[in-house]
């Protein structure tokens, strides 16, 4: 019973005492001249630019990769009309048609 209490209590306790926490903490005294800012912006700026590029690359391969994948069934249908090709010239060439044995 105490334990149910105390755990309660701390946790009550954590939320009352919790607060909000600024990512950009205006009250940062190293941000406050103006070229401390623009530093800090163009350093985002460019993480941001990094990130983008990560992700069109990424895209990219995925896209190749899907595409690849939505044309198999096509280019196993033209190896298999291949192959049905072949087989029958090997047929017509072992049954005595001598003009397919070229292939």
């Given at each position: 019973?105490?334990?149910k209490l105390f755990a309660g209590a701390l946790a009550l306790g954590c939320?009352?005492?919790s607060s909000a926490a600024y990512a950009d903490d205006p009250n940062d005294p190293?941000?406050?001249s103006a070229a401390a800012?623009?530093?800090d912006k163009a350093i985002i700026r460019q993480l941001n630019l990094d990130q983008a590029a990560y992700v069109r690359q990424r895209d990219a391969r995925q896209a190749?990769?899907?595409q690849a994948y939505k044309d198999y069934?096509?280019?196993k249908a033209a190896y298999e009309r291949r192959m049905a090709e072949w087989r029958r010239a090997v047929r017509l060439c072992r049954a005595g048609q001598y003009e397919y044995c070229a292939r």
């Open positions: 019973m105490k334990l939320v009352a005492v190293t941000m406050r800012r623009a530093r190749a990769g899907w069934p096509a280019q």
